[in-house]
Antibody, heavy 120, light 107 residues
Framework: EVHLVESGGGLVQPGGSLRLSCAAS????????MSWVRQAPGMGLEWVAS????????HYLDSVKGRFTTSRDNAKNSLYLQMNSLRVEDTAVYYC?????????????WGQGTLVTVSS | DIQMTQSPSSLSASVGDTVTITCRAS??????VAWFQQRPGKAPKSLIY???SLQSGVPSQFSGSGSGTDFTLTITSLQPEDFATYYC?????????FGGGTKVEIK
């Protein structure tokens, strides 16, 4: 069974840094693109970043470019999101999502999320 | 960026009803649309991909249709556990974008 478990969320001051992790199990992690999606309190879903199987291709939401970096360690079945220069508007639950690629690439499994609160 | 305009933003329905949610893309995106369900306090759950294909384990009361710019999610015979918020998403091009959501409430 596919499991995605995020960790690393918490309270951080504006300008601070946080590193999120996503532990994957139940599938061959290195075969899949992975993605981060966030949801601000009471708001909708927002794509944040995606990373290819070997980490050779990455895409980011414009508002996080230069501040967030996604990476992965396939030997540890883990996905990461390094978040620097955090802003109040980055406050959200961050979800780790698996991307299934057949003829198209789409989301199939979601983690339970980890809450990041940016506040002074 | 491709905008996904979802409507209605909320609706009220009764158990057993059929509801339809629509999503319009700001440009043609073939059938590269997914639908997700989110119950209160829970993570989203994937329902449909490629506009009309059901994810494994999703009941057949859910169906999707559309291509190009106009897409629909239909839920027949609403059950109590179906009262949730539903989102569409385009994955035709980056940045991946979601609709604003449709909250399905009990009448």
């Amino acid at each position: 069974e596919v499991h995605l478990v995020e960790s690393g969320g918490g309270l951080v001051q504006p300008g601070g840094s946080l590193r999120l992790s996503c532990a994957a199990s139940g599938f061959t992690f290195s075969n899949y693109w992975m993605s981060w999606v966030r949801q601000a309190p009471g708001m909708g879903l927002e794509w944040v970043a995606s990373i290819r199987q070997l980490g050779t291709e990455k895409h980011y939401l414009d508002s996080v470019k230069g501040r967030f970096t996604t990476s992965r360690d396939n030997a540890k079945n883990s996905l990461y999101l390094q978040m620097n220069s955090l802003r109040v508007e980055d406050t959200a639950v961050y979800y780790c999502v698996r991307v299934f690629c057949g003829t198209t690439c789409y989301y199939d499994y979601w983690g339970q999320g980890t809450l990041v609160t940016v506040s002074s | 960026d491709i905008q996904m305009t979802q409507s209605p933003s909320s609706l009220s329905a009764s158990v057993g009803d059929t509801v339809t949610i629509t999503c319009r893309a700001s440009q043609g995106i073939y059938n590269h649309v997914a639908w997700f369900q989110q119950r209160p306090g829970k993570a989203p759950k994937s329902l449909i991909y490629d506009a009309s294909s059901l994810q494994s384990g999703v009941p057949s009361q859910f169906s999707g249709s559309g291509s190009g710019t106009d897409f629909t999610l239909t839920i027949t015979s609403l059950q109590p556990e179906d009262f949730a918020t539903y989102y569409c998403q385009q994955y035709n091009s980056y940045p991946l974008t979601f609709g604003g959501g449709t909250k399905v409430e009990i009448k």
